[in-house]
C-alpha cells in the first residue's frame, strides 16, 4: 500500500521560505510522476511543480524561479523548496504520486502553509 507522508509546513513570514518533504513507503518515488499541489481556502486544487521519473520538472507560472522540486532517491523522498514566499502562497500543500500512465495518484494528507507578518 502507498502512503505518503508530509511534513515541513508552517507559518513564515513574507520573503521566507520553508521546505516541504514527501516520505513514501510501499513504493519508490522515482517511478512515479511526483507532484506539488495546494489548495487555498475557497480554491480549486492547483499543481504548483512536477518532477517525472527522469527528472524533468514543471512549475506553475507563479512560482517560476521561487520554487524548486526534487527528489533524494536514497531517501526515497521528494522535496519542494520555497523561497520569496508571498502571502498569497497561504495554502494547504499536498504531495501526489501519479504512474506515469494513469491520471489518478496517490495523495498525502496535506500540510498547512501561512505566509503572513
Known amino acids: 500500500q502507498v502512503q505518503l507522508v508530509e511534513s515541513g509546513g508552517g507559518l513564515v513570514q513574507p520573503g521566507g521560505s520553508l521546505r516541504l518533504s514527501c516520505g513514501a513507503s510501499g513504493t519508490i518515488v522515482s517511478i512515479f510522476v511526483m507532484g506539488w499541489y495546494r489548495q487555498a481556502p475557497g480554491k480549486q486544487r492547483e499543481l504548483v511543480a512536477s518532477i517525472t521519473p527522469s527528472t524533468t520538472t514543471g512549475y506553475a507560472d507563479s512560482v517560476k524561479g521561487r520554487f524548486t522540486i526534487y527528489r533524494d532517491n536514497a531517501k526515497n523522498t521528494v522535496y519542494l523548496q520555497m523561497n520569496s514566499l508571498k502571502p498569497e502562497n497561504t495554502a494547504v500543500y499536498y504531495c501526489?504520486?501519479?504512474?506515469?500512465?494513469?491520471?489518478?495518484?496517490?495523495w498525502g494528507q496535506g500540510n498547512q502553509v501561512t505566509v503572513s507578518s
Open positions: 501526489q504520486a501519479r504512474p506515469i500512465n494513469r491520471s489518478n495518484g496517490y
